[in-house]
């Protein structure tokens, strides 16, 4: 069982619609969770990060998380062009140290 | 200031090159790591310095050297490539294991590395 998993897509949704991305975690004592995007060619961007039960919203952002099912959700409302890219969940294990497991990543595509 | 600086941002290298891949952070950060990543993958770690020591090196071949002189500078010593070493090279920094928001990782642009 992979550490993180998300869906690959691809992802299309219409301009000005929501779109949804999901991932899941096998570490029950997972504490911190990241979304990042990343555009063909560049480096991850940091979204958004959360590490408490419930949501959290920043702009057209808003992050899920739900530690009793082990899952983490990006809802990104009135989605643009300029959203699609690939979206990659990072998750921080509970057990010591600093490294991340990363899904694989969705690729999201808002079509004009 | 969020800002992880990369170069050099393309190398095109052959199998028998010395090179050497450099980042520098100034956000105070003492947690620097290298990424490897090819295309449509996530970021595969290579290796992380934690308050300038090593503590993570993921079994990462030999031709594939780090160095951290500072808490800001790390680099990346490359020899004897190989062509599947051709890849994106990330370069992140947090504030360390710290527990929460502190634990983000900001990304450098990279270093588009092709070996021939």
């Known amino acids: 069982q992979k550490e993180v998993e998300q869906n690959s897509g691809p992802l299309s949704v219409p301009e000005g619609a929501i779109a949804s991305l999901n991932c899941t975690y096998s570490?029950?004592?997972?504490?911190?969770f990241f979304w990042y995007r990343q555009y063909s060619g560049k480096s991850p961007e940091l979204i958004m990060f959360i590490y408490s039960n419930g949501d959290k919203e920043d702009g057209r952002f808003t992050a899920q998380l739900n530690k009793a099912s082990q899952y983490v959700s990006l809802l990104i409302r009135d989605s643009q062009p300029s959203d699609s890219a690939t979206y990659l969940c990072a998750v921080l294990p509970g057990r010591t140290g600093n490294q991340f497991y990363f899904g694989t990543g969705t690729s999201l595509t808002v079509i004009p | 200031d969020t800002e992880v600086t990369q170069t050099p941002k393309h190398l095109v290298m052959g199998m028998t090159n010395k090179k050497s891949l450099k980042c520098e952070q100034h956000?105070?950060?003492?947690?620097m790591y290298w990424y490897k990543q090819k295309a449509k993958k996530p970021p595969e770690l290579m290796f992380v310095y934690s308050y300038e020591k090593l503590s993570i090196n993921e079994s990462v071949p030999s031709r594939f050297s780090p160095e951290c002189p500072n808490s800001s500078l790390l680099n990346l010593h490359l020899h004897a490539l190989q062509p599947e070493d051709s890849a994106l090279y990330l370069c992140a920094s947090s504030q360390g294991a710290l527990g929460g928001a502190r634990d983000t990782q900001y990304f450098g642009p990279g270093t588009r590395l092709t070996v021939l």
């Open positions: 570490d029950r004592g997972s504490q911190s």
């Open positions: 956000m105070g950060h003492r947690a």
